[in-house]
């Protein structure tokens, strides 16, 4: 019999992508979450948005990631109120490291993949944390089952210097191949765009209407 602990680290399957804008960042992610072959759910919510300038998608165990969601809200709001600004991007990464690390030494790591995206006095700013902890800078990623598929879509169309609205068409559809061809990865998606002192999470309706025009095209 499975303890608790393993199973909700075997809910991973999915697509999760990040873009660095001109203007600011894309982040979008599917809605499945899968145990092996079993579907556990269709609607899961993959990124987590920590204040209005910063938000996370997640790969891996969900009940991990929220730990690290709920530790980065706490850290967000306490310097909010201790600095009166908003916490950089780079420290919401590093942090992020930091707990992914410290996991490593404990009896049960963290396995999760996270992508910290945002926007502060340094512009647009995307980084990646793996369950190790390592914390890479990106202009654009992917992780989760599904990357492979993404990956080729981004590496053809992405270019540096796109905005926020020429990038979205791209991440939307490098996320919907995976949906398309990774069994890991399906039934909806998860979109969330970040420019200066704007965060859109789009709606159920904007996300249908997206799927609809994509469905259309093949």
Do not use: W
């Not at 599917?30 to 579907?39: F, Q």
């Not at 300038?53 to 730990?67: M, R, S």
């Not at 996270?114 to 654009?140: A, R, S």
């Not at 990774?182 to 997206?210: H, P, R």
């Amino acid at each position: 019999m499975y303890k608790e602990n393993e199973i909700k680290n075997q809910v991973h399957g999915t697509t999760t992508v990040g873009l660095v804008c001109s203007d600011g960042i894309v982040l979008t992610t599917d809605t499945r979450a899968s145990m092996g072959y079993y579907i556990a759910s269709r609607t899961v919510n993959k990124i987590a948005v920590i204040d209005d300038h910063c938000a996370l998608t997640i790969a891996g165990g969900v009940a991990d990631a929220q730990y690290v969601v709920d530790q980065l809200k706490y850290q967000s709001n306490i310097f909010k109120l201790e600095k009166f600004q908003k916490l950089p991007i780079s420290s919401a990464a590093r942090l992020t490291s930091n707990l992914f690390f410290s996991a490593n030494h404990q009896v049960s790591p963290y396995y999760a993949d996270i992508l910290v995206g945002g926007v502060d006095m340094d512009g647009p700013q995307l980084y990646n944390i793996d369950m190790f902890g390592t914390l890479t800078k990106e202009e654009y990623y992917s992780t989760g089952s599904g990357s492979p598929v993404a990956y080729g879509i981004l590496e053809s169309e992405f270019k540096q210097a796109l905005s926020v609205d020429e990038a979205l068409p791209i991440a939307i559809r490098a996320v919907y191949g995976a949906i398309l061809r990774n069994s890991g990865t399906g039934d909806g998606l998860n979109i969330v765009t970040i420019k200066k002192d704007i965060l859109k999470e789009y709606s159920l309706e904007e996300k249908q209407e997206i799927l609809k025009d994509l469905s259309g095209r093949k």
